[in-house]
């Protein structure tokens, strides 16, 4: 279905990460960090991120992840990249 999505140009970018069905662990963190001026650009389009996973110590990573992409791609400070992702954290 989200392949679908993809190819239908719908869905703008499409990214998985696999941490336990492959030897080398994918986490979305890290694909956060790669697509970290693709996800920035995105989100001030308008764009929704969508993330799914472990309800344990992901979100916690994830997190740190977009604060870091915020502060690299959006020139924010890191008070100011906190605030962004508090904010679109009340928009879930």
């Known amino acids: 279905e989200l ?3 993809a190819a239908s140009g719908d869905l703008k970018l499409l990214s998985v ?6 030897a080398e662990k994918v986490y979305v963190q890290d694909k956060v960090r790669v697509h970290g ?10 764009a929704t ?3 799914c996973g472990s ?12 604060v870091s992409v915020f502060e ?5 400070s890191e008070g100011d ?8 954290e009340k928009g879930r």
């Open 3 to 5: 392949q679908g999505l």
């Open 17 to 22: 990460a696999f941490s336990r069905d492959q």
């Open 37 to 46: 001026g693709d996800v920035w650009e995105a989100l001030q389009g308008g």
């Open 49 to 51: 991120i969508m993330v």
């Open 55 to 66: 309800s344990e110590k992901m979100p916690a990573d994830v997190r740190k992840a977009f």
């Open 72 to 76: 690299q791609h959006g020139g924010l």
């Open 81 to 88: 990249a906190e605030a962004y992702v508090r904010n679109l």
